[in-house]
T-cell receptor, first 110, second 114 residues
Framework: DTAVSQTPKYLVTQMGNDKSIKCEQN?????MYWYKQDSKKFLKIMFS???????INETVPNRFSPKSPDKAHLNLHINSLELGDSAVYFC?????????FGSGTRLTVV | AQSVAQPEDQVNVAEGNPLTVKCTYS??????LFWYVQYPNRGLQFLLK??????LVKGSYGFEAEFNKSQTSFHLKKPSALVSDSALYFC????????????FGAGTRLFVKA
């Protein structure tokens, strides 16, 4: 049973489209995150939810909107996709300290 | 604000030799420190963490790390490298109690040659 699962694994879409990435964790963790990993492998935090409440909202364009329907799910919706949004997006969850990461969603905007 | 520095983009080591991957950090308050490993086309995997207690922390796959408060460092070490250790390694720091945001270093690529 996968602890943190993201769907889809790959996403290729055209500029201007709207897309969503879903994340689910079955670890019972209270906190979930979205990170973006760029082509140079640099990891940047985007958002974090703790028990469905948004607690971290970094400098991210407001085309990106996270939603947490319950503490086991954290979805990421992206409007009006741009070429620069191409990256790997990782979901993660944590309870006290270390993270458990999903396997990532590779988003390619063409 | 928290920050993490991994001064080496790449570390090359021969199989069987000891390896060190360096990390220094800056955080107000007590740090929570972590190492993660990323294999190609995979998510990050947790290796080890320092929260409190013994400065030498042991983790997965024979890795260990030493917390040095005076030098604000948390270097990752392994006594004898394996070819299969070749991967991308990330150091990360979180501000202690009450902090939620974990900041990752830029990553260090480890190449272990047979």
């Amino acid at each position: 049973d996968t602890a943190v699962s993201q769907t889809p694994k790959y996403l290729v879409t055209q500029m201007g489209n709207d897309k969503s990435i879903k994340c689910e964790q079955n670890l019972g963790h209270d906190t979930m995150y979205w990170y973006k990993q760029d082509s140079k492998k640099f990891l940047k935090i985007m958002f974090s939810y703790n028990n469905k409440e948004l607690i971290i909202n970094e400098t991210v364009p407001n085309r990106f909107s996270p939603k947490s329907p319950d503490k086991a799910h954290l979805n990421l919706h992206i409007n009006s996709l741009e070429l620069g949004d191409s990256a790997v997006y990782f979901c993660a969850s944590s309870q006290e300290s270390g993270y458990t990461f999903g396997s990532g969603t590779r988003l390619t905007v063409v | 604000a928290q920050s993490v520095a991994q001064p080496e983009d790449q570390v090359n080591v021969a199989e069987g030799n000891p390896l060190t991957v360096k990390c220094t950090y800056s955080v107000s308050g007590n740090p929570y420190l972590f190492w993660y490993v990323q294999y190609p086309n995979r998510g990050l995997q947790f290796l080890l963490k320092y929260i409190t207690g013994d400065n030498l922390v042991k983790g997965s796959y024979g890795f260990e790390a030493e917390f040095n408060k005076s030098q604000t460092s948390f270097h990752l070490k392994k006594p004898s490298a394996l070819v299969s250790d070749s991967a991308l390694y990330f150091c990360a720091v979180r501000e202690g109690t009450g902090g939620f945001k974990t900041i990752f270093g830029a990553g260090t690529r480890l190449f272990v040659k047979a």
